[in-house]
């Protein structure tokens, strides 16, 4: 199966991916390390690029019969059409997770306090590579399309990573018949 979280930086969907990836045994795809080393080897912002390396990347492990798991903002319907298309192609079931941070204080704390994502990547990635500013999401969020799609929808506003991570095992179980 493909399973894609969506949403804005600092909701926790890179945490909740990081964990559901080897429950499924599978794949892990993150747009921003692709877009990081796009960034590093070229100099030039990877827009397009990046999304485009991760759906190819995607579409060969799953060819390969893997389980992957993607994350990524994935805050267009044509991005999100694209993950449909490899999904599809490859005859494998797709799901999408929204994550979201329903309380805004809380959701502002943890992209302003994201020093560990520049220190999980120093000496990996071009220096020119930042965490997400509160601004930056902000700006995001401006952008973000409405969903037409199915999927789960996990607010992670007052739960820890394990509680938010049950709560997507559960959703996952009932909705899919992912083992919990």
């Keep these: 199966m493909l399973v894609v979280f969506s949403g804005l930086p600092g909701t926790g969907k890179s945490s909740l991916a990081r964990l559901l990836a080897p429950h499924l045994h599978g794949a892990y795809i993150r747009i921003d390390s692709v877009e990081a080393a796009i960034l590093e080897t070229t100099a030039q912002t990877p827009g397009v690029t990046g999304y485009a390396a991760a759906y190819a990347i995607a579409a060969d492990n799953v060819g390969l019969g893997l389980n992957v798991v993607a994350d990524c903002v994935n805050p267009l319907a044509v991005t999100r059409q694209a993950w449909m298309d490899v999904a599809d192609r490859a005859g494998v079931p797709l799901v999408n997770i929204e994550v979201l941070c329903s309380d805004q204080d809380e959701h502002r704390r943890r992209v302003t306090g994201r020093a560990d994502e520049a220190a999980l990547y120093r000496g990996h990635v071009s220096p020119a590579w930042a965490p997400p500013t509160w601004e930056s999401v902000q700006a995001s969020r401006q952008a973000f399309e409405p969903w037409a799609e199915r999927r789960l929808v996990i ?15 559960a959703d996952l179980h009932l909705s899919y018949g992912v083992p919990a």
């Design 155 to 169: 607010d992670t506003a007052g739960q820890t990573v394990p509680e938010a991570f049950a709560t997507l095992l």
